[in-house]
């Protein structure tokens, strides 16, 4: 029959028009019964949208039924990221596996090794009578120099086209042995990577002993019914049994697995979480993606998300921004901090660690902490948990520590400013370390400009070079710790009393009261952070670590105070605005009509010169007109 041939049996852009023709032909040809239309489901080609239809087929397989036993107990071997693939997706797969269809009826793909002999023989000496038997002899190639030995030639192309012309003799009938039509399973090739990437056993066969099996592997979810199952079921059948076939590796009776740990990761959609289609256009271009916020913040994205725990993943591009805004351009703005006042540091100064001020200590206590996690959770193959750390420690390095030590990089107190570029400096030589295998490009940058501010600081060409960081158990404080969390819990409770009252941090208050016991060092944290001139304690019974009592009266000389702030700050954000450096010194020049805000300039002039860097401050023609807490003020800021 060939009236349809070349037809498609469901054509895409019309279904039912092979079917209509095949009707068309039965009915002309008096063959037709009946017709009616039945809608009903069935696959279609994931990429090309083409309908899929299934028919039965012959296939070999391999019985991997009589290794289930042997498959689940090598599963036990197996660090899995994360756990609950062992026992559940997993392994309830191979509680259910099947035998496995080895062989494809395709053109491309690795020839099936097998030779069976198709001659036939009469098995009656009549010949109107004769009948015919096959010799089905069967035979399996196990390397080229066994087929070269076979079919006495010389074997240099394996590829089907060419060895299906070559036939081996029987040894059984003297006939010609043909090889069978099949094509292995891809799946099949992808299970023997271990074996064929270092041509074991015709090579390599002492490095591939001695690095079986793998160390880890990482792909996607669907790989444990793909990839990870092939894996797993080859390797088991090759070290099992009394007589493996790489005896080597094998272990007792039941075989070693092909890995020993193994990262799955979840799937990523499009973020309105249907499948990413390069068809349908639903996601963003990485290539622009990139261009705005660098592959750091995208490697940290994926690195951190549910991805990394087997989960899927709506990718959004404000995630990637978010990684952007919140960590790399946070540590560069820290880095940038360090080596603006490492460069008017004296280098001599700037050299030993030796933390006295409780915000180093505390700093560099969780900087060991970060360390710790940060290894346990490479160590366990778990990339998000030993990720996250990392955000959450440059968080606070940036909102805590910098934040708290500013007048201490400003001091003129060389000892003490020498210190806290000490701390700074350690901290993000260390944090360029752990950084490094989650944000390649950040992390050098980091180290290679602490490089250039070298201080007698001994650094290799590379960040990707150094050592791991190993934790300093001495540094670990964690009293310090807690105590300090209980410090910023108690100045989160007062800021929330500052804004029910409207009352702007800029703006100093009287007193702060608290229940609870705490050094004077900790004391003047939280005075300095809520802008409040002392912080009493109370403690007539038990500590209350949840009780504060802020003091909100407003008196002249607190108001005077608060402009003096909102003055500075005014000034400062002129400065940024001029893009002035630390190096520069100005003359601020005001002109206002406030008596108060007059009196701020006059009376404060010391201050405004030290806190934003000023040779002098007078009364004079100038030209912005800024308002300050209602006051309107005319200032111009002049480099000298």
Same mark, same amino acid.
Not at 74 to 100: C, M, S, T, Y
Not at 152 to 177: N, R, T, V
Not at 321 to 338: D, G, H
């Given at each position: 029959?060939?009236?349809?041939?070349? +037809?498609?049996?469901?054509?895409?852009?019309?279904?039912?028009? =092979?079917?209509?023709?095949?009707?068309?032909?039965?009915?002309?040809?008096?063959?037709?019964?009946?017709? &009616?239309k039945i809608e009903h489901s069935y696959p279609?080609?994931?990429?090309?949208?083409?309908?899929?239809?299934?028919?039965?087929?012959?296939?070999?397989?391999?019985?991997?039924?009589?290794?289930?036993? &042997?498959?689940?107990?090598?599963?036990?071997?197996?660090?899995?990221?994360?756990?609950?693939?062992? /026992?559940?997706?997993?392994?309830?797969?191979?509680?259910?596996? #099947?035998?496995?269809?080895?062989?494809?009826?395709?053109?491309?793909?690795?020839?099936?090794?097998?030779?069976?002999?198709?001659?036939?023989?009469?098995? =009656?000496?009549?010949?109107?009578?004769?009948?015919?038997?096959?010799?089905?002899?069967?035979?399996?190639?196990?390397?080229? /120099?066994?087929?070269?030995?076979?079919?006495?030639?010389?074997?240099?192309?394996?590829?089907?086209?060419?060895?299906?012309?070559?036939?081996?003799?029987?040894?059984?009938?003297?006939?010609?042995?043909?090889?069978?039509?099949?094509?292995?399973?891809?799946?099949?090739?992808?299970?023997?990577?271990? @074996?064929?990437?270092?041509?074991?056993?015709?090579?390599?066969?002492?490095?591939?002993?001695?690095?079986?099996?793998?160390?880890?592997i990482a792909e996607g979810q669907d790989q444990?019914?793909?990839?990870?199952?092939?894996?797993?079921?080859?390797?088991?059948?090759?070290?099992?049994?009394?007589?493996?076939?790489?005896?080597?590796?094998?272990?007792?009776?039941?075989?070693?697995?092909?890995?020993?740990?193994?990262?799955?990761?979840?799937?990523?959609?499009?973020?309105?979480?249907?499948?990413?289609?390069?068809?349908?256009?639903?996601?963003? /271009?990485p290539e622009i993606v990139l261009e705005k916020?660098?592959?750091?913040?995208?490697?940290?994205?994926?690195?951190?998300?549910?991805?990394?725990?087997?989960?899927? +993943?709506?990718?959004?591009?404000?995630?990637?921004?978010?990684?952007?805004?919140?960590?790399?351009?946070?540590?560069?703005?820290?880095?940038?901090?360090?080596?603006?006042?490492?460069?008017?540091?004296?280098?001599?100064?700037?050299?030993?660690?030796?933390?006295?001020?409780? +915000?180093?200590?505390?700093? !560099?206590?969780?900087?060991?902490?970060?360390?710790?996690?940060?290894?346990?959770?490479?160590?366990?193959?778990?990339?998000?948990?030993?990720?996250?750390?990392?955000?959450?420690?440059?968080?606070?390095?940036?909102?805590?520590?910098?934040?708290?030590?500013?007048?201490?990089?400003?001091?003129?107190?060389?000892?003490?400013?020498?210190?806290?570029?000490?701390?700074? #400096?350690?901290?993000?030589?260390? !944090?360029?370390?752990? $950084?490094?295998?989650?944000?390649?490009?950040?992390?050098?940058?980091?180290?290679?400009?602490?490089?250039?501010? *070298?201080?007698?600081?001994?650094? $290799?060409?590379?960040?990707?070079?150094? *050592?791991?960081?190993?934790?300093?158990?001495?540094?670990?404080?964690?009293? !310090?710790?807690?105590?300090?969390?209980?410090?910023?819990?108690?100045?989160?409770?007062?800021?929330?009393?500052?804004?029910?009252?409207?009352?702007?941090?800029? &703006?100093?208050?009287?007193?702060?009261?608290? @229940?609870?016991?705490?050094?004077?060092?900790?004391?003047?944290?939280?005075?300095?952070?809520?802008?409040?001139?002392?912080?009493?304690?109370?403690?007539?019974?038990?500590?209350?670590?949840?009780?504060?009592?802020?003091?909100?009266? +407003?008196?002249?000389?607190?108001?005077?105070?608060?402009?003096?702030?909102?003055?500075?700050?005014?000034?400062? &954000?002129?400065?940024?605005?001029?893009?002035?450096?630390?190096?520069?010194?100005?003359?601020?020049?005001?002109?206002?009509?406030?008596?108060? !805000?007059?009196?701020?300039?006059?009376?404060?002039?010391?201050?405004?010169?030290?806190?934003?860097?000023?040779?002098?401050?007078?009364?004079?023609?100038?030209?912005? /007109?800024?308002?300050?807490?209602?006051?309107?003020?005319?200032?111009?800021?002049?480099?000298?």
């Amino acid at each position: 029959m060939t009236d349809f041939a070349g +037809l498609d049996v469901k054509p895409k852009d019309d279904p039912s028009k =092979t079917d209509v023709e095949i009707i068309k032909w039965l009915a002309h040809n008096n063959k037709l019964f009946s017709k &009616q239309k039945i809608e009903h489901s069935y696959p279609h080609c994931w990429r090309c949208d083409t309908p899929l239809l299934n028919y039965a087929t012959t296939s070999w397989f391999v019985r991997v039924t009589e290794l289930k036993d &042997q498959l689940l107990k090598n599963n036990q071997q197996i660090n899995w990221v994360p756990e609950h693939i062992k /026992e559940g997706r997993f392994g309830k797969w191979l509680e259910g596996a #099947r035998d496995w269809a080895i062989s494809r009826s395709r053109y491309w793909g690795t020839p099936l090794p097998v030779w069976c002999c198709q001659t036939g023989k009469s098995q =009656t000496p009549n010949p109107k009578s004769q009948t015919i038997s096959k010799c089905e002899n069967t035979i399996v190639i196990g390397s080229i /120099e066994e087929f070269e030995k076979l079919s006495g030639q010389k074997i240099s192309d394996l590829h089907k086209h060419i060895i299906d012309g070559i036939a081996l003799p029987c040894d059984k009938c003297g006939g010609a042995m043909k090889r069978v039509p099949e094509v292995l399973d891809c799946w099949f090739e992808s299970g023997s990577m271990p @074996y064929g990437q270092m041509h074991y056993p015709f090579e390599n066969k002492k490095k591939f002993e001695a690095s079986f099996p793998a160390e880890f592997i990482a792909e996607g979810q669907d790989q444990t019914r793909g990839w990870f199952y092939t894996l797993h079921v080859l390797a088991t059948a090759l070290t099992m049994g009394k007589k493996p076939a790489i005896p080597a590796v094998a272990k007792a009776s039941t075989g070693k697995p092909a890995f020993k740990n193994v990262i799955v990761n979840g799937i990523v959609l499009a973020e309105d979480g249907k499948k990413m289609s390069k068809r349908l256009k639903n996601y963003p /271009e990485p290539e622009i993606v990139l261009e705005k916020y660098g592959a750091d913040a995208m490697r940290y994205y994926l690195a951190t998300s549910p991805v990394m725990e087997a989960e899927a +993943l709506n990718f959004s591009e404000a995630g990637a921004r978010e990684v952007y805004n919140k960590l790399i351009n946070t540590v560069y703005n820290v880095l940038e901090f360090y080596l603006m006042f490492a460069s008017s540091s004296p280098k001599s100064k700037v050299q030993s660690l030796k933390p006295d001020n409780v +915000l180093d200590k505390w700093i !560099l206590a969780k900087l060991q902490i970060l360390i710790r996690d940060v290894t346990a959770g490479m160590e366990a193959y778990k990339l998000a948990e030993a990720s996250r750390p990392i955000g959450d420690f440059i968080t606070e390095l940036s909102q805590w520590y910098v934040r708290r030590s500013r007048d201490r990089f400003k001091s003129d107190n060389e000892e003490e400013k020498s210190q806290a570029l000490s701390t700074l #400096r350690f901290t993000l030589l260390t !944090l360029s370390k752990l $950084m490094a295998p989650f944000t390649p490009f950040m992390a050098e940058k980091i180290y290679l400009s602490l490089q250039t501010s *070298d201080f007698g600081l001994q650094i $290799m060409e590379s960040v990707h070079l150094e *050592d791991w960081p190993e934790v300093d158990k001495k540094m670990i404080n964690d009293k !310090l710790i807690k105590v300090m969390e209980e410090v910023r819990k108690t100045v989160e409770i007062a800021l929330a009393l500052r804004a029910e009252k409207g009352i702007k941090v800029r &703006q100093p208050l009287n007193k702060l009261t608290i @229940y609870y016991q705490l050094e004077d060092g900790l004391k003047q944290i939280i005075a300095d952070e809520l802008n409040v001139k002392s912080v009493e304690i109370v403690q007539n019974g038990e500590a209350d670590k949840n009780k504060v009592v802020l003091d909100t009266i +407003l008196t002249d000389e607190l108001k005077k105070e608060g402009l003096l702030r909102e003055v500075v700050r005014t000034i400062n &954000q002129i400065r940024k605005d001029q893009k002035l450096t630390i190096a520069d010194r100005v003359i601020v020049k005001y002109s206002t009509d406030d008596a108060l !805000l007059k009196a701020v300039f006059v009376d404060c002039a010391d201050a405004i010169k030290k806190s934003v860097l000023a040779g002098f401050v007078e009364e004079g023609e100038a030209h912005n /007109e800024v308002v300050v807490e209602g006051a309107n003020l005319k200032i111009e800021v002049l480099r000298i």
